[in-house]
């Protein structure tokens, strides 16, 4: 059973970065297509950033676009978010998601197979 760990979530003032890891387990991220999305209060979970398997293509929503980055690092098994120039707005609680079928376009809930139980992130105006 593939679990994923999420890391690096805390409180932080608008304008600063953080930087969020997920660690799997049970499974190696290579073969899977990997992704994060977010849940702030009262709201819907919703698609942040998501990397292809096999040729590592990467999407975005369109409100963290030049802001956030996400990455894969295959030897270490752990998959990243960058978030610079962080707004009140991306306060949520971020969640790491696996798919066993590969990305051609930005991935939703029912695409997922695997999820991490969340990291919070507090943004400070």
């Known amino acids: 059973q593939v679990q994923l760990v999420e890391s690096g979530g805390g409180w932080v003032q608008a304008g600063g970065s953080l930087t969020l890891s997920c660690a799997a387990s049970?499974?190696?991220?290579?073969?899977?297509?990997m992704a994060w999305f977010r849940q702030a209060p009262g709201k819907e979970r919703d698609f942040v950033a998501a990397?292809?398997?096999?040729?590592?293509?990467?999407f975005y929503t369109d409100s963290v676009k030049g802001r956030f980055t996400i990455a894969r690092d295959n030897a270490k098994n752990t998959l990243y978010l960058q978030m610079n120039s962080l707004k009140y707005e991306d306060a949520a609680v971020y969640y790491c998601?696996?798919?066993?079928?590969?990305?051609?376009?930005?991935?939703?809930?029912?695409?997922?197979?695997?999820w991490g139980k969340g990291t919070l992130v507090t943004v400070s105006s």
């Open positions: 998601a696996a798919s066993i079928s590969d990305y051609a376009v930005e991935p939703t809930d029912h695409d997922i197979n695997y």
């Open positions: 049970g499974g190696t991220i290579s073969s899977a297509a």
């Open positions: 990397v292809s398997r096999y040729d590592l293509r990467t």
